[in-house]
Antibody, heavy 122, light 108 residues
């Protein structure tokens, strides 16, 4: 059974660094073709893809956020960590981690964590 | 980026009705499109991938079609649990995934 769960602070002050952890089970990031992403959703708004890490260590970022993001994986702990520097109130959102699968040439998010609401405010 | 435009933004329907939601891409994305259902306070759930493949455990009243720039999600015989917001997502420009703005389906 595949499960994911996000953890981290609920409140962060502007200009600070946000660190979020995704702890998962039911698969290993060291298995070929495994990939994990972060996706966020501001309150009442649409989903936005943020970052991805692959089984081989490849990392990818949303170009609009790239300069502020770092994604890393710890295969021994089954965790993926996202750090975002210099946060702004516009970064207020529910942050989800999700596993990515590939089939018939299409990548999709087949398992999601419940999400964590992060508010950026002083 | 490949913007996705969903229509309508919202619609109302009754239990037992059938509805269709459309997702249009700004360029040809082949069949690299997925659909998700999201209920308030919950994470999205995968319904359809590769335009028309039904994800495991998803009821057969959900179906997807399309290719290129125009895609549709069809829900037949609406059930009370189907009232939610639906999103499309493209993966043609991998890994710069984008989502549509969402379509809210509520009870008439």
């Amino acid at each position: 059974q595949v499960t994911l769960k996000e953890s981290g602070p609920a409140l962060v002050q502007p200009t600070q660094t946000l660190t979020l952890t995704c702890t998962f089970s039911g698969f290993s990031l060291s298995t070929p073709q495994m990939r994990v992403s972060w996706i966020r959703q501001p309150p009442g708004k649409a989903l936005e893809w943020v970052a991805r890490i692959d089984w081989d260590g490849d990392k990818f970022y949303n170009t609009s956020l790239k300069t502020r993001l770092t994604i890393s994986g710890d295969t021994s702990k089954n965790q993926v960590v996202l750090t975002m520097t210099n946060v702004d109130p516009l970064d207020t959102a529910t942050y989800y981690c999700a596993r990515i699968s590939l089939a018939t040439g299409s990548f999709f998010f087949d398992y999601w964590g419940p999400g964590i609401l992060v508010t950026v405010s002083s | 980026d490949i913007p996705l435009t969903q229509s309508p933004s919202s619609l109302s329907a009754s239990v037992g009705d059938g509805v269709t939601i459309t997702c249009r891409a700004s360029q040809d994305i082949d069949r690299s499109l997925s659909w998700y259902q999201q209920k308030p306070g919950q994470a999205p759930k995968l319904l359809i991938y590769a335009a028309s493949s039904l994800h495991s455990g998803v009821p057969s009243r959900f179906s997807g079609s399309g290719s290129g720039t125009e895609f549709t999600l069809r829900i037949s015989n609406l059930q009370p649990e189907d009232f939610a917001t639906y999103y499309c997502q493209q993966s043609y420009l991998n890994p710069m995934y984008t989502f549509g703005q969402g379509t809210k389906l509520d009870i008439k």
